[in-house]
């Protein structure tokens, strides 16, 4: 039998733009009446030429992106999923969000992508560093074979001669 996904507690998936995103496509499989992954990536598969899709999931990616484990990196991805809830709860990505807001023209298909950016543009931990650049190699050690002209003079006398050595 197919495990039942449910949303993600706060201590599983904080607060931020990951769990925004998530809620946001955690709407639409509940509207969608909660279908098994398998039946979202068997819509994905029937209705891919059809519905001019671009992307395609598989059931391990629907359940990581539905549970928040991952974000897809491709906005095709999550559309394919989007389009395929959607599909299954027999409405419109396109139809508006907020139909009684006039303010605020955004389609399901709008918010999501504008959550699912604000993932991709939000940095959850640090951002990278390069490591540290190596020292410069210490001099190599003074010749001892008393080339004037390959070493510095030794500061024995404060006298100035511009006479070569030889």
């Known amino acids: 039998m197919p495990q039942l996904l449910r949303m993600p507690t706060k201590a599983e998936l904080p607060e931020g733009p990951r769990r925004e995103f998530v809620e946001e496509l955690f709407t639409h499989y509940r509207e969608a009446g909660r279908p098994p992954l398998r039946t979202i990536a068997r819509w994905i598969q029937e209705n891919w030429e059809a519905r001019s899709l671009r992307g395609t ?7 990581r992106t539905l549970t928040g484990t991952v974000v897809p990196r491709n906005w095709s991805t ?20 907020w139909p009684d807001d006039n303010w605020v023209n955004y389609s399901f298909k709008d918010e999501l992508k504008k959550r699912w950016n ?11 560093t390069l490591p540290p650049r190596p020292s410069p190699p210490a001099p190599a050690p003074r010749s001892s074979f008393g080339d004037p002209w390959a070493t510095a003079p030794a500061p024995t006398s404060s006298r100035f001669d511009d006479e070569p050595p030889f």
Not at 57 to 63: G, K, N, P, Y
Not at 78 to 97: K, M, N, Q, S, T
């Open 57 to 63: 999931a598989s059931t391990e990616t629907i359940r």
């Open 78 to 97: 999550v559309e394919a999923i989007l389009e395929a809830l959607c599909g299954l709860a027999g409405r419109d990505p396109g139809e508006d969000r």
């Open 118 to 128: 604000s993932v991709l543009d939000h940095y959850e931990t640090e951002l990278p």
